[in-house]
């Protein structure tokens, strides 16, 4: 089967489905680090090191992982440079920017109410 | 210190530092249940039972889990009914709506590229 003849034969998308495609794709999404690889390559292209400086706690394993993720579901163009010394830069595909400003809104949206998040965790602590 | 001294003292937010309260809130709303969870409330409230088989593939343990840390940040109201038999029922807090709601735009968009997104991988496993 030809990509086309896949994506013609799918029944509707459906995440709460844990058949459905879109599943996956959810989950390679919003792993610990996804969300934050595609929140950072919103921002422009960056090397592999400038990432792993980028997103605090990020080991150098689970960047290379998440990337390779991300670039499966075609969010993330890999471009290596055939230089000395050689360098690869990693930026989002239109796709993966579509992706990337729904996380941003997440993301901004939890950083704004911050102070009343904090105050619930607070609360329950007691 | 009370919830709101906690609140006062914070730096801006940053979800790219792991030091930052948001990251957690951040890991608690996007692991693979949380996502699912909040998307199946926005709808309405639900019962254990009612939301364990909405959610295709949850077992009873990571349901509950999950519940307690959504309501751990203040996303999630828990009410228990002492009937016979009694019962616990779920709903979204108003915090809890508005995460909701940009998880909910995440996943309609997941839904619909979902063509996209599986030629994308189909094309990068040949």
Known sequence: MTPETVAAKLPPADVLSDQCPSREVL?????????????VLYTGTHRFAQLRRRIGGVS????????QQLEGVGMIDRRAFEVVP??????LTPLGREAAA????????????????????????M
Chains 1, 2 share one sequence.
């Open 86 to 91: 050689p360098h690869v830069e990693y930026s």
């Open 27 to 39: 989950n390679r999404m919003t792993t610990k680090w996804g969300v934050l690889v595609l929140l």
């Open 102 to 125: 729904r996380v941003a809104a997440l993301t901004g949206w939890i950083e704004a109410n911050l102070p009343a998040l904090v105050q619930s965790r607070a609360a329950s602590d």
């Open 60 to 67: 150098e394993r689970m960047l290379a992982q998440t990337l």
